[in-house]
């Protein structure tokens, strides 16, 4: 083995977690689809006896999240959402957590509609305000739960800041890593306990697959983790696992290119008349930018915007581009846009995203890697359209 801890992230990405296949020199990990694990004798195995409880090509996957996060422990789940409930099942009833008012929205709904019903309580505030997020510690609080960046608002939290209250307090401080990747940033390097992301993202970034993954050096939250993938079974297929690890080779190639097209877009947006506010954390004028700066290496591939003319604007918008897709999800190789208030936040309730600032004409692009000359043309086709339907 190297020593894997003095590589670089861009070396590890190709080679965390993964050695040439003993029995055929293979140097691509295989992908072993064997539910079940012959065993010389009842008991005697050498590491893995059932799928469910562990399977050599996830085992290669979480080596390699791992080595990215600076973890010593990655734990995979079948999407972020089973990562993000498979942590919540270390917690029981009477429990409490603080949590982040702007975040995606089935982590909303995990906590609003899912946990809640075997008595894990939510308050949900604004998490760029520390001190909020201390005096709304009680006697039952368990955890912290934050993203940052945001989903969809791009705001940005002091994970540093809020790790120390979670320390003072005995919490366990959750950062859903989703947007940044442990390219840009790695939350338990400043503190944090767990490390969460939705692999369906960046970290896979061709849009084929859906997983998740929890990461922690805490071995004994781990210990717990391990033995609920096990238990509860949320776990990703083999064939997942190998697209993922496939994706995770060009990570830190791909986050580059990201940031510098959605840099560009965002000051192009900046100055464009029909915008009335980009949201970007890499922009001086974004209210979390100098946080952004201290925590992340880059302020990453997402760009929000309101766009003037509400609903109908934003709607001929959207079906006027013909690169970016008008679709969900985020952090493939291809753009995509979106609208949060009819597509992923539906399901915030309207007065909570009036409150957050998700309003109508609010659009969301997950800058690809294409020529960001072809993204701004296509765009341009985007604001044509908008102001023919706003006048
Ligand atoms: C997509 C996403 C999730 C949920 O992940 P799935 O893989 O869709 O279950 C969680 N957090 C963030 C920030 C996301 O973008």
Redesign the pocket.
Known sequence: MHQENKLGFDTLAIHAGQKPDPVSGAVMTPIVLSSTFAQEGPGAHNGFDYSRAGNPTRDALEGCFAALEGAKHAIAFG????A?TTILLTLKSGDHVVVGDD??G??FRIFDKVVKQFGVSATFLDMSDPAKVASAVRPETKMIWM?TPS?PLLKISDIAAIADIAKKKNLILAV?N??ATPALQNPLALGATLAVH????YLNGHSDV???VAMTSDDALAEKLRFLQKSVGAVPSPFDCYLVLRGLKTLGVRMRQHVEGARAIAEWLASHPQVERVLYPGLAKHPGHAIAQKQMRAPGGMVSFDLRGGIPAATAFLKALTIFACAE??GGVESLAEHPAIMTHASVPAENRRALGIGDGLLRLSIGIEDVGDLRTDLEVGFAAAKRAAS
């Open positions: 999407s972020g959402c089973a993000t975040l995606y089935g982590t993203e989903n859903d989703t947007f939705s692999s369906t993202k859906v997983g998740g999800s985020l």
